[in-house]
């Protein structure tokens, strides 16, 4: 019996040389790290917290996730970010928004609670969210980053069905206890609200 030997199509080699002559930057974006997979908002950059530094939870589970507590870093991005990976410091924030671009750092996943509010109440049944800046340095808060941190707002608020209002989304000043004054009377509550609602 003769065998008949299956070559690829022609049509089939042509489609794979374009496949491969396309260059990566045009193909959709993928997180192949495990490290990445690790976030839950997915424009975010996944850069751990010291485990020495958040509460492991499975929230909304073991406590509902009412609130979303601004912060500004009162450091740099980068200076924020190290604070957070170093365990004797004992801090931590679910995410840090950086000012230049409004790109994403995520530290804590959203289910573990983050050591930011200073109040274990608030901290158990919020995110937190810093920003990169100063509150008496205005200049900080550029446009990309009130409108990144605002989409990320968004979506946390449909994620746990937090009213998008000023009294779910609330300053770390407001936190009962808290002597910090962060986001400072720079930030512009109602633009960000504006964008929040908008996103």
């Known amino acids: 019996m003769d065998r008949v030997r299956r070559f690829p199509s022609r049509r089939r080699l042509l489609q794979g040389a374009v496949a491969a002559a396309v260059p990566a930057a045009l193909l959709p974006a993928t997180r192949a ?14 850069v751990p917290a010291s485990t020495s530094n958040y509460t492991a939870a499975n929230r909304p589970t073991t406590y509902p996730v009412d609130y979303v507590v601004i912060h500004v870093t009162q450091e740099t991005y980068a200076d924020a970010l190290a604070i957070f990976q170093n365990p004797a410091k004992k801090v931590s924030a679910h995410y840090v928004v950086r000012s230049k671009d409004g790109h994403i750092a995520q530290c804590v996943r959203e289910r573990n609670v983050g050591w930011h509010a200073g109040n274990w109440t608030y901290n158990t049944r919020s995110i937190g969210i810093e920003h990169e800046g100063w509150v008496d340095k205005p200049e900080y808060f550029t446009d990309a980053m009130y409108e990144q941190s605002a989409a990320l707002t968004a979506a946390i608020c449909s994620k746990y069905d937090i009213p998008k209002d000023r009294e779910h989304i609330i300053g770390h000043h407001e936190v009962p206890g808290s002597d910090h004054t962060d986001p400072g009377p720079y930030w512009d509550w109602s633009r960000y609200l504006r964008l929040v609602n908008f996103a």
Not at 33 to 46: C, F, H, N, Q
């Open 33 to 46: 790290t495990a490290g990445a997979r690790a976030v839950d908002y997915p424009l975010a950059e996944w």
